[in-house]
């Protein structure tokens, strides 16, 4: 994979990413894909919001709830099958291009935007 063509530093500004805490996660066995549905906090401001993630290889429902994310939240909202995902949950992809989701190395307040 190549490094994608040069962006101005407003371009990098306008994606809003935000940490969120895990607060629910449950199976979506309704997606295409296997999935889990997210609620993740966001704090006061944003509040809880909710998200897919294709991250069944790595992580369980109840291995993820408490956990730190990193999501994108001024995307639109995206219908997936019978759900309506709010935020983009960012990850990497390990040496199988399985799901890594990632979050901060060390306990941050919610709602932190990436910079």
Aim: proline letters at 10%; zero cysteines.
């Amino acid at each position: 994979m190549s490094i994608s063509k040069p962006i101005a530093y407003a371009d990098f500004e306008a994606v809003d990413i935000r940490v969120g805490t895990v607060v629910a996660a449950e199976p979506f066995p309704e997606a295409r894909k296997p999935a889990i549905k997210l609620r993740i906090d966001f704090g006061a401001e944003i509040g809880v919001k909710k998200s897919s993630a294709q991250v069944t290889d790595h992580y369980t429902p109840d291995a993820l709830v408490g956990r730190q994310v990193a999501a994108v939240v001024n995307f639109p909202p995206r219908q997936i099958g019978p759900f309506m995902s709010e935020v983009l949950t960012l990850g990497f992809p390990d040496a199988d291009g399985k799901v890594v989701l990632i979050g901060p190395g060390l306990p941050v307040p919610d709602g932190g935007k990436l910079f």
